[in-house]
């Protein structure tokens, strides 16, 4: 047989590998935990909120917050960030305007030396709520937009199941031709990384959380020490999930069906922006591995439609049949996450394309970490980030 035949057929074997023993990451069918039994009792809950520069999408998300139907006493924390666009003020105001739970927006002044930006806005917001005395805080970004029920039910599923931390990866914005192609495979390769059943289970074999929508309960920060302990981390919330789960914690994270992120993305730009700024650091900030990513995904998501085109234009049969069941594999378990975004299947087949852009992506955030830019958002640039830590 040629080398692209074995080429394919190395592929196949990986793809039937990830089918069936990759934690079934394809699946989309971890969904908040049904609630048991109503709480006797509704816990106290602080929703945090760090915002940096978010006048654009904070009309369409903070009301929501404001607007939550939950029975026991709850507060939103906004903490602006050094922002230059009147954030905390427009927050004031739609606080004003739509009532609700009561606000309190705070600004910490710019980061000490080792903290980034977002955690040390969370470490300002979570001193401020904990000193009221909540039993859970609601870690959420600012352009995430919660139905009314959403807290009740994050509550529900924590207390019902005697979970520490209640993760939900929001839907991301889904309008452009570039959010359609790029988005939904976000979120596929995220699985595909951290199987959310392998992290579910009562022995787990992964841990991570989605930062958009984080439900932590008061006293297990406290033991992990958070923020301090991940105050470095750009990939920060698998590092709260990491130090959560240290610290004996209990996780849970499953696909959103009612919290929704209002951040577009129309261009090319933004969404490379958005990967390439944390994808060296998921990597550790080592070369070695940049190489085996690079690699693995060139063999993986390359080789099929290479091997199909070539194999029939060179009558290469065995390269041609391999790669094309391959690649029929890929687009497959691609389609749950089409159906989840309400996006056509015929996206399905143009996965490769989508994962060679994610490849450059992954190949430019090490070559910006190796010129001294880093990971850079919102006119802030972290040089060295540190990785996030082992679990």
Known sequence: ???????????????????????????????????????????????????????????????????????????????????????????????????????????????????????WALRHGMALARARGPEFLLLTDADIAHEPDGLRRLVAAAVGHDLDLVSQMAR?????????????????????????????????????????????????????????????????DVSLARAVRRAGGRIWLGLAERVDSVRPYPGLGELWRMVARSAYAQLRHNPLLLLGTVAGLALVYLVPPVALVAGVWTGDAPAAWAGGAAWAVMAGT????????????????????????YLLMTVDSALRHHRGRGAAWKGRTYARPEAAPDR
């Open 172 to 236: 991301l914005r889904v309008a452009s031709f570039w959010e359609r192609l790029v988005v939904p495979a976000f979120v596929y390769f995220f699985a595909q990384l951290y199987p959310f059943r392998w992290i579910n289970r009562a022995r787990p074999l992964a841990t991570a959380a989605a930062g958009g929508c984080v439900l932590l309960r008061t006293e297990t920060a406290v033991a992990a020490d958070v923020p301090e302990v991940i105050r470095q981390a750009v990939i920060d």
């Open 1 to 119: 047989m040629s080398t692209l035949a074995w080429f394919s057929i190395v592929s196949l074997a990986a793809w039937l590998w990830l089918l069936l023993g990759q934690g079934f990451f394809w699946r989309t069918d971890q969904r908040l935990p049904p609630e048991r039994r109503a709480p006797e009792r509704w816990p106290r809950v602080a929703v945090v909120v760090p915002a940096r520069d978010e006048a654009e999408v904070l009309p369409m998300s903070l009301p929501s917050l404001l607007a939550q139907d939950y029975p026991g006493a709850a507060e939103v924390v906004l903490v602006d960030d050094g922002s230059t666009d009147g954030t905390g003020k427009l927050a004031v105001e739609l606080s004003g305007r739509y009532g609700g739970l009561p606000l309190t927006v705070v600004s910490p002044g710019e980061p000490e030396p080792g903290w980034t930006g977002k955690l």
């Open 334 to 357: 691609y389609v749950p996450m089409l159906r989840y975004y309400r996006q056509p299947l015929l996206l399905a087949p143009l996965l490769p394309f989508t994962a060679f852009l």
